[in-house]
């Protein structure tokens, strides 16, 4: 039987457990803190990777800057000082989704007996890689390979919205606001299933990492680096995980 290792069992780690699964494999998971994962902020599944999952509806809003007159993803770039061709450039008005919490809680429900209380560290990758036919890793690359060169750039974040901010700009719908206007230190605030959160440039209490993503071969041919950690790479969806699995098995 094909002998599957999961490192990381976030919702990436999860569906990448999942796919592994429904292909017949035996699936072992790692995690450093089984069942600890609770997804906050703009948070939602682009595919129910055949999962039963309730839908959810999220409303895209942008406010440019008038003052400026080039397009409103450059000026989002220019805002935080990442690439041009950001998610602005084609954001859709509306976004067909599926419920990240309700997949979560199912999925550690079906593989809670298979995961192990474990941080992985960088001297056990070789033997995992010789004791099993993949090794799937989700947690930040630079953890698992130290010698890689992961930048990012840091952002901060609280649980609220904004000041000024009025739920009546959006009644009760799941909406998504982003803000280019360089008069605000606020740059995205969303509202998921009733959870307010809002992405600045210098206040919050919690601290946000937009991957860089790092000239890097990968030296293991049965090594699945997957997620945006895995990979370190901005624009990863979580649901990709589970079909990158699916497409190697």
Known sequence: ??????????????L?????????????????????????GLHYLHDPCGLDLEPVVVYNIV?????????PHLQYAKKLNIPGDNSLKDLPLRVDGWNLQQAYNLLWERFKDRCEE??????????????????????PLQRL?????????????YLGRPPGMSRALYGNNNVVVYNTDMD???YRYSCINGLEW??????GDHSIIKPIEPEFKNPYPNLLLT???GKWKRGVLAHESYYEVKQRL
């Open 184 to 186: 605000y230190d606020w």
């Open 118 to 139: 474990h941080t992985v560290e960088p001297k056990q990758l070789k033997s995992l890689v010789k004791g099993y036919n993949m090794v799937v890793s989700t947690i």
């Open 16 to 40: 990448a457990a999942l796919a592994a699964d429904e292909a017949g494999a035996e699936v072992t998971l790692f995690d450093q803190l089984p069942g600890k994962a609770t997804p906050v």
């Open 198 to 203: 809002t992405e600045g440039l210098v206040k």
């Open 63 to 71: 406010l440019a800057d008038d003052s400026d007159k080039s397009e």
């Open 145 to 157: 390979i130290p010698g890689v060169s992961c930048f990012g750039r840091e952002f901060k974040a």
């Open 227 to 229: 997620g945006r950690w």
């Open 1 to 14: 039987m094909t002998k599957v290792c999961v490192i990381g069992a976030g919702i990436a780690g999860l």
